[in-house]
């Protein structure tokens, strides 16, 4: 499974910005995916998480201004980030379960400027 995330940039304190996971290969409709962040400086970190069934599990930092969706026919998840603050600056790791290794994408920044 090859993942290609997409969708950062730059961004206001209070915007909004979308990203995208398009993922290859046959497992993504049946596995969980989600987004980790690594600031800089800091630890990788856990963002959102959407399951086969749909299910969705988020950080509380950022419970009630992400969403994150999945669309099984495109093989691409996304991340719906609102209201966004400055401490949501972070590259943001696109991530798939599998077997017996998971998979990452290469990354794309999010900067949020105050």
């Known amino acids: 499974v090859q993942l290609q995330a997409s969708g950062g940039g730059l961004a206001q304190a209070g915007g909004s910005l979308r990203l995208s996971c398009a993922a290859s290969?046959?497992?993504?409709?049946?596995?969980?995916m989600g987004w980790y962040r690594q600031a800089p400086g800091k630890q990788r970190e856990f963002v959102a998480r959407?399951?086969?069934?749909?299910?969705?599990k988020y950080a509380d930092s950022v419970k009630g201004r992400f969403t994150i969706s999945r669309d099984n026919a495109k093989n691409t998840g996304y991340l719906q980030m609102t209201s966004l603050k400055p401490e949501d600056t972070a590259v943001y790791y696109c991530?798939?379960?599998?077997?017996?290794?998971?998979?990452w994408g290469q990354g794309t920044l999010v900067t949020v400027s105050s």
């Open positions: 290969g046959s497992i993504f409709s049946a596995t969980s």
């Open positions: 959407v399951s086969s069934d749909g299910s969705t």
């Open positions: 991530w798939v379960r599998g077997i017996p290794l998971d998979y």
